[in-house]
């Protein structure tokens, strides 16, 4: 199971299957969509064989594997029937294709450097979420009467204030406001300093610290099996010295 040619035949079959899932959004009749479908099935089929063999090979320890599970949980909700009330079940089965994420080694790092960086993501969208809060409420009490289309309720104000801070047509927003309150753009100014550059570039800083993270891990593990490679090697230099030693001793005894 886990030998390079395996493994590569095992990503050869997943490519495979995206370019057959994306192929059947586009040719819904006809034989040739018949022949995808079948091909679809088979490789189905390939990757509930491959789990099958994990689980054969590796027992209870599947388990323990976070990327197995999740593995599992990808085929398994292919296997079940899109019928029905299930029919939208039929669309998840494009998530075969995070599979590369578990078979390309450069993209499981990263997606584990996510994973690293989540507690301090959750700080930041807290922060995140307080600064916006806090600007809601100022926006709506400062230009609700001048612009109710865009400031008039918290929720409007709030999905407002998130098209400013992506960057998307928050000039004309401005505009229209400023036409009655000329100081206006402190607050969008500010506003987009705050939340656009700082905060968000906070989100940043902590995944490539995650990131970073499980690079300084891999290393260190990198380094710890180089040093156990020489302890194997010194014992085993002590060991041919101790043999040399019982050998010269023995023939001496014979003399």
Known sequence: MEHPG????????????????????????GPVDQ?????????????????????LAHGFRFFRDPWSVFDLLVVGIALIPATGPLAVLRALRVLRVLRLADSVPAMKRVVNGLVAAVPGMGSVGALLVLVMYVSVVIATNLYGAIAPDHFGDLGTTAFTLFQVMTGEAWPDIADEVMVHEPMAWIFFVVFILVV??????????VVVSGMESIDDLAEHEERSDAEVMDELRAIRAQLSAVQEELARSRATSEI
């Open 196 to 205: 656009s550059f700082a905060v968000l570039n906070l989100f940043i800083a």
């Open 6 to 29: 395996f493994q590569r035949a095992v990503l050869g079959v997943i490519i495979a299957n995206a370019v057959v899932l994306g192929l059947e959004t586009s040719i819904v009749d």
């Open 35 to 55: 022949v995808l479908q079948v091909v679809d099935d088979a490789m189905l089929w390939f990757f509930v064989t491959e789990i099958a063999l994990r689980l």
